[in-house]
């Protein structure tokens, strides 16, 4: 592969800029991009409370100009390996300007996001960069599905018109209610959010994602961070976050961690789940699961299957020793996925 052009170097966050990072996103992702918002940068980087170094987590490339014109994201959370909890990054948003996406750069980019650490995460790749990771020997997970679900389908239509149009159709949200039996609340307590921690940790696969309150609240509760909201039974043996946001004019929502005691619990969270997107006014439901029993029960509930499915990958320093623990993992869309468009609050 020919190298990268020697004009353009890597740079921590706070050294290229706030406001260049945002000019490169803008014109990559969109103005309504959660990556193009500020608030999103403060949250995953100054707030996290895994994150000491702050917005020097973000990895920019710079051209001799000063120019953003590549980034990688990484997002980081606590994950359970086999009992030994360790902070992991998932690696997101890699992205280059297209002047420089022939010399290298997105290959820099991925490696010095995983550098000096054990593992690192990587889903939802794209068909460009997949093969990046591919050809340096991420571990692949194979067997993942993408559901699309249309909840109002003549609202959905009107809404995509507006947006080709140029119109912006306000992106309130209304406040959640009781939908059979089942409580929703977009600011849950310390009690709810202890007792969701317990039944996401209880999971019994080797690797997880790891919780508890504060991170918990700061993942998915933050004012600065993405819309999400919290649907359970009064017990907490079924509970189901939901994260909300804006695409193409069209209102998304999208079950990014839940579980039930049984497949019957979760067929009947899943449904509660559409409900209160419809409810809250979601054109769209969108759904990620490698379980072949969710598959089924959202092919029952309607859902479509995609034909094609982004890529989920992980990185390991010592691949031999740890392939055979990391095929088992439990992933879900809260291990990297943002809550897919920001919502003004």
């Not at 550098?115 to 067997?143: C, I, K, M």
């Not at 709810?192 to 019994?204: F, S």
């Not at 993942?219 to 193409?248: E, T």
Request: with cysteine; net charge positive; hydrophobic share 40%.
């Amino acid at each position: 592969m020919r190298p990268s052009s020697p004009k353009v170097s890597l740079t921590t966050g706070t050294k290229a800029g706030v406001d260049r990072i945002l000019s490169f996103t803008r014109l990559t992702y969109g103005a309504d991009a959660h990556q193009a918002h500020e608030g999103t940068l403060e949250w995953m980087y100054e707030a996290c409370p895994l994150v000491p170094e702050g917005l020097d987590a973000l990895i920019a490339a710079q051209d001799e100009e000063g120019h953003v014109v590549g980034l990688v994201n990484r997002l980081y959370l606590n994950w359970s390996l086999e009992g030994s909890i360790v902070t992991m990054p998932s690696i997101g948003d890699l992205a280059v300007s297209p002047t420089h996406r022939a010399g290298g750069l997105g290959l820099r980019l991925a490696m010095a996001a995983v550098r000096g650490t054990d593992h690192a995460f990587v889903n939802g790749s794209n068909p460009n960069s997949s093969p990046l990771f591919r050809g340096l020997r991420y571990q692949e997970l194979v067997g993942a599905a993408w559901y699309r679900t249309i909840l109002r389908p003549v609202r959905a239509g009107v809404r995509l018109g507006m947006h080709r149009l140029g119109l912006r159709p306000g992106a309130r949200i209304p406040s959640p209610g009781t939908v059979d039996g089942y409580q929703c609340t977009g600011s849950p307590g310390g009690s709810e959010l202890d007792a969701l921690a317990a039944l996401l940790n209880d999971h019994p696969a080797p690797v997880k994602p790891w919780w508890d309150r504060s991170l918990l609240t700061w993942r998915f509760f933050h004012p600065k961070g993405p819309r999400h909201v919290l649907v359970h039974d009064p017990g907490c043996q079924a509970a189901l976050l939901l994260s909300f946001g804006v695409r193409r004019g069209l209102r998304m929502a999208r079950p990014i961690a839940y579980r039930a005691q049984d497949e019957d619990g979760t067929r009947a969270l899943l449904q509660a789940g559409m409900k209160v997107s419809r409810n809250m006014g979601a054109d769209v439901l969108l759904a990620f699961t490698f379980d072949p029993a969710e598959k089924r029960i959202l092919e029952d509930l309607g859902a479509r299957r995609a034909p094609s499915v982004p890529g989920t990958f992980f990185h390991h320093r010592d691949r031999r020793g740890n392939v055979a623990m990391f095929e088992h993992a439990w992933v879900q869309g809260a291990a990297s996925d943002l809550g897919l468009e920001a919502v003004r609050r």
